[in-house]
């Protein structure tokens, strides 16, 4: 399997990554896409990249800090974002439970990232948080070829994730789905195989059984796998087989 969206950059995580690694593969997840939060992290994902095979890195300005995002901060993601293993740029989007920054603010830097990748020939991945409509809106007037954005750790209803399959987006999910309180999310896991992806998010949301025990990494993706498989009536081999398929043709992995 391959997680694709985790912080392997984040303390915790980084200064142990031999040992996260090796638990991740005898886990069965020997893929990793480790997402850029601002350029200090960015630069920091491009460099774990270029240590370890099927590790690949996404840049980009989390919505939290669009106030910093400026022309320079653009050129930097783009000289970032030419770097062999950097396979998008993410995450970006809206965040409306926070607020963290200015909601206009937000909605330009995330047009600017959606130009970035267009021009890097990228794909996206989406932060959308209680922000539904105006993502959707600024994505549209973007122009931006929804096939090429996924949205990560979706948490929103099942309706939603239909409007964003029906307009060829990709949906992935986190351990959320295995809380006892994500009605919504399992709903919203109607998204058909061929859409979907797997990530951890980590070090965040550790998925039952383990919640609140462990600190989430991607060894840990193996029980969002196999409730997610569970609830699709799927096998977990033939989730994994999917899943996987549908990364490596996203992020057009080798």
Partial sequence: MIDTHCHLTFDGLLRD??????????AGVDGWI???TDIAESRKAVELAGRFDSLY???AMHPHYARAVDEHTVR????????PKVVAIGETGLDYHYDNSPRREQASAFARHLELAAELNLPVIVHCREAFGDTLEILDGSGFDFKRAVFHCFGG???QAAILVAGGCYVSFTGVITFKNAERARAAAAVPLDRLMLETDCPYMSPEPVRRQKVNEPALLIHTADFLASLKGVTLEE???ATTANAERFFRLP
């Fill in 76 to 83: 930097r993601l783009k000289r970032l974002g030419q770097s």
């Fill in 34 to 36: 480790t997402v850029g």
């Fill in 157 to 159: 209803s099942a309706e």
């Fill in 57 to 59: 890195a996404a840049v």
């Fill in 239 to 241: 989730l994994a087989a």
């Fill in 17 to 26: 990554i031999e040992q996260v690694i090796d638990r991740s593969r005898r």
